[in-house]
């Protein structure tokens, strides 16, 4: 934009600099012309009456004088052929002169003047002045270098009042994306500068206003979130006590995990949702992807054992550092093998994979013997479901590989069932 600004006032000023200095260059060359025209045709008219009343003798003392100090040359030719002052030709415009006939021409050289008299003796005779270039140009290439530079000067002033007025205007832009670009990251108390330049200034306050508004809303999103999943506490709690009153040990035990595991899944809402208002940085921290889907696989082994399906295991041993915390990376974990649960018959089997990734990160795959994903279909989808659950699971295994830096894939598993392969970026 500072290029274009230049080169915008650049032109514009060009273009009046030429519409003003090039007539008046002009006008200068006409002036310095008709000055010494006018200056040799008064020395000239001078010679009218001397010629009238002196003899020869005076007449080319007078001349010589007069040629001495004119800015022309001046010739006198008499009637009788007789040439008086600067030797010059008879030319066709003295021709004229001696017929009574007072003329001026430009010719080679210069201007030619003559001037129709009478001698003292009443015949006719032509009075001829030359004006050469020189004296007709003099002072033009002066006058012309100091308007040139006169318009390079005021070209550089505006330019340099441009150029300072584009940097004004290009620092405030680049400052306003710089504040939209933090905004993006999360950075929510980034601002930008209200007294910024003209219209420039305006949009910095409606971005002001928005950013306002986005961290009003956020905080009343993770606030909604967090009492939301504190309520669940209650009736969990609840259901604990129920459960440690169960008479069969076993049952208890069973269901008093469940419950903390719905506790814990509960506290993690809570802690994600306060950790999304703590800036970019916020839950960047790694966790060890072997230790995570151990547990996790351990815990689903239990309901996958009661509903009899074949599980087979193979986790590469530890420590595999991935770029996701342990809440979100169990989070993946237990929406892929839930999905497993909620999607497929009893009995059917599948088997969880995590190896190493060349060059750091883990490859986790779940892969099923159930009915796969129907073609066309649309699961992956943000709350798109077929089997009439909420839709959440795949999405929230892809969001999870998004934020290691990996990716996720479904695919066909060997058992023509479903295989989802998360991808996960090494952690430090």
Known sequence: MRRRILLLVGA??????????????????????????????????????????????????????????????????????????????????VELGALGRSESATVAGGREIVFAVRDRAGAAAVIRTFVPDAELNRGVPMAWLLLG???????????????????SLVRSTTDLAAVSHRLARGELDARADPGAPAELGVVADAVNVLATRIAELLREERETVADLAHRVRTPL?????????????????????????????????????????????????????????RERVAFWAVLAEDTERETTVEIAPGPLPVALPAADLGACVDALLGNVFAHTPDGT????????????????????????????????????????????????????ADQAGGRLTLGESAEGGLEVVVELGPGA
């Open 237 to 293: 709690t609840a259901l604990r006590l129920e459960a440690e009153a169960l008479p069969a040990p076993d049952h208890a035990s069973r269901i008093g995990a469940g419950v903390d595991a719905v506790q814990r899944a509960v506290t993690q809402a809570i802690e994600q949702a306060r950790r999304r208002g703590s800036g970019p940085d916020a839950g960047r921290a790694g966790s060890d992807a072997a230790v995570v889907v």
């Open 349 to 400: 089997a599948f088997a969880v994979r995590l190896t190493a990734r060349p060059g750091g990160g883990a490859r986790l795959v779940v892969a099923d013997a159930g009915p796969g994903i129907p073609a066309g279909s649309a699961a992956v989808r943000r709350g798109a479901s077929g089997g009439g659950s909420t839709g959440l699971g795949l999405d929230i295994a892809r969001r999870s």
């Open 149 to 167: 530079a006169l318009g390079v000067v005021l070209l550089g002033v505006s330019l340099a009042v441009a150029d300072r007025l584009a940097r």
């Open 12 to 93: 514009t000023t060009s273009l009046v600099l030429i519409a003003f200095l090039v007539p008046l260059a002009l006008l200068l060359r006409t002036v310095a012309a008709d000055r010494a025209v006018q200056g040799a045709t008064t020395e000239a008219q001078s010679l009218s009456s001397l010629v009238a009343t002196a003899d020869r003798a005076a007449l080319g003392l007078a001349l010589q004088q007069l040629n001495s100090s004119s800015t022309g040359a001046v010739t006198l030719f008499l009637s009788d052929g007789t040439r008086l002052g600067t030797p010059a030709d008879r030319t066709p415009l």
